[in-house]
């Protein structure tokens, strides 16, 4: 089931689940040497619509960035879980 957020005057919906998916845990740990793993986990945490998110904000990976940590704000810690 998906959920929603407001950024930036605007709705996104997520997946709660692959938030705190392990997975993508590992990934987001390793982006900071593999920088292309946030893709993934964008792509997988907004169900696919990543592209549709990142054009909606302008194609800054910044402003993507941010709305993911919001995401991970408001789901609580991922890595507690």
Known sequence: MLRKIVFEDAEYEYDPREVKSYRNIKRLARA???PSA???VAESIFAGKDEEYA???GNS???LGR???AI???EGEPAKN
Do not use: M, T, W
């Open 55 to 57: 054009e909606q904000l």
């Open 72 to 74: 991970i704000d408001q």
């Open 32 to 34: 900071q040497k593999d």
């Open 67 to 69: 709305l993911v940590a």
């Open 38 to 40: 946030f893709f993934d």
């Open 61 to 63: 990976i910044d402003k």
